[in-house]
C-alpha cells in the first residue's frame, strides 16, 4: 500500500481488475493524472506508460508517482486502486483538499 498526501495506492490482484477499461486521458504534459490538488493546481501524476480507468491503474512495467510537493514514489508493475482521502463533516463526507 502506497500513501501520497491525499491520494493511497492499494495493490489489487489482476482478477479484481475491471475486464474492460475505459482509460482516462492524459493531460496536455502526457501524465496520468490521479488527482488534481484544489488549492494549488499541482497533481498527483504518473508521467510514464500505465493505464487509468474508473479508479483502477495497471501498470505493465512499474512507474513513478510525483508530485510537485512530496517525494516520488516507485511502484512496481502490477494492478492498483486509487482512493482519494475523505474526511467527515458533520452529515457527510467530503473529499479531502490538498
Aim: hydrophobic letters at 35%; one cysteine or more; glycine letters at 12%.
Amino acid at each position: 500500500m502506497y500513501r501520497q498526501g491525499d491520494i493511497l495506492i492499494v495493490p489489487v490482484p489482476e482478477e479484481s481488475a475491471p475486464r474492460t477499461l475505459r482509460p482516462e486521458p492524459r493531460d496536455a504534459r502526457g501524465r496520468l493524472v490521479l488527482a488534481y490538488g484544489e488549492a494549488t493546481g499541482h497533481c498527483h501524476a504518473i508521467p510514464g506508460p500505465g493505464t487509468l480507468s474508473g479508479g483502477f491503474l495497471h501498470l505493465p512495467e512499474g512507474g513513478r508517482l510525483v508530485h510537485e510537493e512530496h517525494a516520488a514514489i516507485s511502484l512496481p508493475k502490477g494492478w492498483y486502486r486509487v482512493v482519494r482521502q475523505r474526511e467527515y463533516v458533520p452529515g457527510s463526507y467530503r473529499v479531502v483538499a490538498d
